[in-house]
């Protein structure tokens, strides 16, 4: 099965909480999305590998810490709510390339539609991490995974904020070999396949479109 992380750090946490306000204003919705970003991808990066090289400090020369080399990463945003993670991982990894997946729900099927790729060309010497803020019935993180494994990458993580046991259920079924790691697991969908009790929609409430 699918190794499922919950990141249930107090920071997180709280500023999770804060996110689900419903007078939680899009501006500040957004600078919360950002700074929990940033902690998600402590956690989701905590086992990358790192080597030594000899560097000089101020006062001695040491055999210090950096990343390996041969650890080359692309993230990979499902559009448009994903760019909130997006943007926010991105402050600490500038460096990394970046892919997209255009999909949006139908709202009666609540089957995903693809609208928009892109992926850097060299993406199979690349790990990847996959971001969405919600991973709700599951069909839009399973299609957008199914579609990057095409593009045949040295390994694929799923970062979200959200996610609802049915998503996650749907999500492991399909894809067993990708893990997944979220803020939350909330209590249920409801009838139109949105997280409860959740934060509403997160790309109405990063972009202020609702």
Known sequence: MTKVTLIDHPLIQHKLTLMRKAETSTAKFRVLLKEISLLLAYEVTRDFPLKHEVI???????????????????????????QGILDGMLELMPSVRVGHVGLYRDPKTLIPVEYY??????????????????????????????????????????????????????????????????????????????????????????????
């Open 56 to 82: 000089k400090t101020p006062l001695a020369p040491m055999n210090a810490p950096v990343l390996a080399p041969e650890k080359k990463l692309v993230l990979v945003s499902i559009m448009r709510a994903g």
């Open 117 to 210: 790729f892109k992926v850097p060309d060299d993406v199979d010497k690349r790990d990847m991490l996959v971001v969405d803020p919600m991973l709700a019935t599951g069909n839009s993180a399973v299609a957008a995974v199914e579609r990057l494994k095409s593009t045949n990458p040295m390994s694929i993580r799923f970062v979200c904020l959200l996610a609802a046991p049915e998503g996650i259920e749907h999500f492991c079924a399909v894809h067993p070999d990708v893990p997944l790691y979220t803020a939350a697991i909330d209590d249920h969908l409801d009838e139109h396949g949105y997280i409860i009790p959740g934060l509403g929609d997160a790309g109405d409430r990063l972009f202020g479109t609702k």
